[in-house]
């Protein structure tokens, strides 16, 4: 008996720690340090001039870390309701080096953020980080404690040479004791890294072109765990140097859907994959994998050339074309038919290499095969000033709902009212619309700010049938002008931008329309006025009501017997002071509160 009450007991603490090891740290509800808007009011002037609805979020030694391709510092969780962004650490204020790397998050939908105390990379000798991204992973669709925020970044191998890889994690997101380390391999990891969870079991997976000491070409590095006490390190075949050849490889995504792992690149394929290359010899593809990332598959290349409404777009957008490098960009995600769409951006060059039309378009795969749609014809070729200098190009991201039936692009362009600088506009549709929506300017600067370094979250918000894209830009107050070089202090700001997306477009709004509803307002945040729409499911009588963050009524919106169905109100905060309000929908037994933010 003593024996087998041995036995159990050893199984029992087995499977403890067992359990325990798939868990960075103890889970305790979040501790979160000072809200980061307070820090940004000390260090910005009163009459900083913001872009439409983004707010400062946080500050960072400059912007070069936001100026990156093929990476995702921001990143929303659909179902804990959690955004987080990830940048390296202003040395010197909060920030042991400038490439500390840090982290902030909200949980009001970017309305108000918190900087995470303790930074990912503090435990190193080095904190030489550099363009960070980040995923969050939440297999389980649970609230924040459920969440792991993890991240992945090139560090500096010495003071002017980067190679390294660091990565960390922090369980749940916002706990603020995150892990991380340094991969030191022999070689060296180029910068575009990308990060991805699978949504599905707790794995998470990273990659990274990697250039070995003795080899000039570059082969894609799989890395993937789903405790980080134990760190699976793949070479998959099918991403050999042999298969990228001498232009290596730029990464375009990482993404998971229904337990498939994915990953998208833009290389010189070898003749077996491209038999016949376009001019430049560079094209897209993806990889996948259906047995958590030990197997992949060949490359499958999404030739857009072969699409009669594209065969005149002859090679890939160089948006640098001025030296000998090429300046490619794209992005990659999945819809819910399991079918891969690759956002890039292509120029038509039956006229002239330097002066065709340059566009941003859709390869997506159907059932019969690849097809497509242009996003956005008449793409600028004015990069090179502001943040980033150029570095990022039109920077064309995808994104998608929780459902993967709608997608938006956010990408960067010159607006009609100016030549030299750059806003950033938003376009939206269906998986199964054929034309996307007219690009809507969310940033519509003023002259002097030019909007060249920019991410946007791979996931949207879904309400009913509205839906909001997270967006977020770097810049320097000072000097404040649309030549700024980068190496000063750079703030970080962020924005939800909310778009309606009617019930003719996706078959579930049809439903969500007769339910007990109150969604987001828009806009939101707002300055004066915004509109809140809200449905019914039966005909009743409604209260819609306006409180300040202390209880206090504000406003009495609606009060009265209403039928089923949609319905809107305009409100108007023109004699309300900047803040945080809430509006609450009352009728029956059912009550819904959601909160809004107005900036004056």
Not at 113 to 139: A, E
Request: charged residues 15%; contains cysteine; hydrophobic residues 35%.
């Amino acid at each position: 008996m003593r024996v087998f009450t041995s036995i159990v007991l050893f199984i029992l603490l087995s499977i403890l720690v067992s359990a325990q090891q798939r868990n960075i740290r103890h889970k305790t509800p979040p501790k979160l340090d000072e809200p980061a808007t307070v820090i940004e009011k000390k260090y910005l002037s009163d009459n900083f001039p913001l872009s439409n609805n983004y707010i400062p979020v946080e500050t960072m030694t400059n912007a070069y870390s936001f100026a990156q391709i093929g990476i995702t510092p921001l990143y929303f969780d659909s179902y804990s309701g959690v955004l987080a962004l990830v940048h390296r650490g202003w040395a010197d204020h909060y920030a042991k080096s400038s490439g500390e790397i840090w982290y902030n998050i909200s949980t009001d939908f970017g309305i108000s953020w918190s900087r995470v105390p303790g930074s990912i990379d503090g435990t190193q000798l080095q904190t030489l980080g550099r363009y960070p991204n980040m995923s969050i992973s939440n297999p389980t669709k649970g609230p924040i404690s459920a969440t792991r925020a993890f991240f992945v970044w090139p560090e500096l191998k010495d003071a002017n040479d980067l190679g390294w890889l660091g990565y960390g994690a922090d369980q749940p997101a916002g706990l603020g004791s995150p892990y991380s380390a340094l991969d030191k391999s022999n070689g060296y990891y180029n910068t575009q890294m990308m990060a991805w969870a699978d949504d599905k079991t707790q794995e998470v997976f990273w990659t990274s072109g990697f250039y070995p000491p003795t080899d000039v070409d570059a082969h894609l590095k799989l890395f993937k765990t789903d405790d980080f006490a134990t760190i699976d390190t793949l070479n998959p075949p099918q991403w050999s140097d042999s298969v990228f050849e001498n232009g290596g490889n730029i990464g375009i995504g990482g993404c998971a859907f229904n337990g498939v792992q994915y990953v998208g690149a833009i290389g010189t394929f070898n003749a077996t994959l491209v038999p016949n290359p376009p001019p430049g010899g560079y094209l897209v593809g993806y990889s996948k994998s259906t047995d958590q990332g030990k197997t992949w598959s060949s490359f499958k290349m999404a030739d857009w050339r072969n699409i009669t409404k594209f065969s005149h777009y002859e090679t890939l957008f160089d948006f640098i074309n001025t030296d000998d490098l090429v300046s490619y960009q794209g992005s990659m995600g999945v819809d819910k038919n399991n079918h891969v769409h690759i956002i890039v951006s292509v120029t038509d060059t039956t006229t002239d290499i330097n002066h065709g039309t340059n566009s941003i378009i859709d390869i997506f795969e159907t059932d019969a095969g690849w097809d497509g749609t242009i996003v956005y014809s008449g793409l600028n070729t004015a990069y090179s000033s502001g943040p980033g200098l150029g570095l990022m190009g039109p920077n064309a991201e995808l994104a998608f709902d929780s459902t993967h039936s709608v997608m938006a692009v956010q990408f960067i362009n010159t607006p009609a009212s100016s030549a030299t600088r750059n806003d950033l506009f938003l376009t939206y549709k269906s998986i199964t619309d054929s034309v996307w929506s007219t690009p809507v300017n969310m940033t519509n600067s003023a002259a002097t700010i030019n909007n060249t370094s920019a991410h946007l979250a791979p996931c949207l918000k879904k309400d009913g049938y509205q839906y909001t894209a997270f967006s977020a830009f770097c810049y320097s107050p000072i000097p404040y002008d649309s030549t700024y070089d980068g190496n000063n202090t750079a703030v970080l700001y962020c924005a939800p931008y909310s778009f309606t997306y009617g019930a003719t477009g996706v078959n579930d709004h049809v439903n969500a329309l007769n339910n007990f509803n109150l969604f987001q307002n828009y806009p939101n945040p707002f300055n004066p006025g915004t509109t809140i729409t809200y449905s019914l499911p039966q005909r009743n009588n409604v209260s819609l009501k306006v409180y300040d963050v202390l209880g206090r009524e504000i406003a009495n919106l609606v009060d009265a017997m209403q039928e089923a169905g949609s319905h809107s109100v305009n409100f108007n905060a023109s004699k309300l002071a900047t803040g945080l309000y809430i509006y609450t929908l009352r009728s029956g037994n059912n009550t819904i509160s959601k909160k809004m933010m107005l900036i004056k």
